[in-house]
């Protein structure tokens, strides 16, 4: 059986769901950067330890987000948004986000603060929500997963101006990214992994991590993927110590910047 159980708050009730399983095998969980790394800024107790817990098995994809705006703004580039920025108030200029914390909240806050400059976040309880504030012209801009931003994109309700991860997307491969537009050194992705219960045996790990890449070589799944918006690993897949070193310096990294954008612990 796969268990999978992102429920709220913030992924955190099915995250220790999978954590307090029996560790045989036949119960595994989809974790992201979120609720493995991102909600320990959020949270004081999200009932589960990210190093502890789990047995890690693979990184099986990753999203990047994409900076939007209205098909009616006038910005039509990064550049352009940046100098309204800089022309107005601090704080005039705001962009959208599913809810503090999430990817779309940290992307916000890291252009803000390459750019030496001030955004106020606008959070909503849900992409949609947020995208549709863009679209209605309540809000300014905001940088949102490929896979959620793709169809609006394409219908022209939102002109995508450049992604957020250090390469070009495979699904948006037009678009520079945030770096090529002037902003050093930026890359804000999200990650998402299966793992199992902490002592699951690494005879099962190693069972589910060579399944997973069977799985993920089909060319046809992988296209499918990939025109959805999300970036695949090369294969054969990272194995369980390369995933478990992710999470490690994702924790490293991301609570502090997180701390600094401001996000206290609820």
Do not use: C
């Amino acid at each position: 059986m796969l268990g999978i159980f992102p429920t709220a708050p913030g992924g955190n009730i099915g995250t220790t769901a999978i954590a307090r399983s029996a560790p045989d095998g036949y119960t595994i969980g989809q974790v992201s950067q979120g609720n493995m790394v991102i909600n320990m800024a959020l949270y004081r107790d999200t009932g589960y330890d990210p190093v502890r817990d789990f047995a890690p098995i693979a990184v099986v994809a990753a999203m990047s987000n994409v900076m939007v705006v209205s098909r009616q703004s006038p910005y039509r580039s990064v550049r352009e948004v940046v100098e309204a920025i800089r022309a107005k108030p601090p704080g005039m200029v705001t962009y959208s986000s599913s809810g503090v914390g999430t990817s779309m909240h940290v992307a916000g806050a890291i252009f803000a603060r390459a750019n030496s400059t001030e955004l106020t976040h606008v959070p909503y309880t849900g992409a949609p929500a947020a995208m549709t504030a863009i679209i209605s012209g309540d809000v300014d801009t905001g940088f949102f997963n490929i896979p959620a931003a793709k169809g609006l994109i394409a219908a022209g309700d939102l002109r995508p101006l450049a992604v957020t991860t250090a390469r070009r997307s495979a699904s948006l491969p037009e678009l520079p990214t945030l770096e090529e537009a002037g902003l050093r050194d930026y890359d804000v992705s999200t990650w998402l992994g299966l793992v199992a219960p902490a002592g699951t045996p690494p005879a099962i790990i190693e069972r589910i991590h060579g399944a997973l890449t069977e799985v993920l070589a089909r060319p046809a799944l992988r296209e499918k993927l990939t025109a959805q918006g999300f970036d695949l690993p090369p294969l054969p897949l990272g194995g369980p110590a390369e995933f478990s070193r992710l999470i490690r310096d994702d924790l490293a990294k991301w609570p502090a910047i997180m701390r600094e954008a401001g996000v206290k612990p609820e």
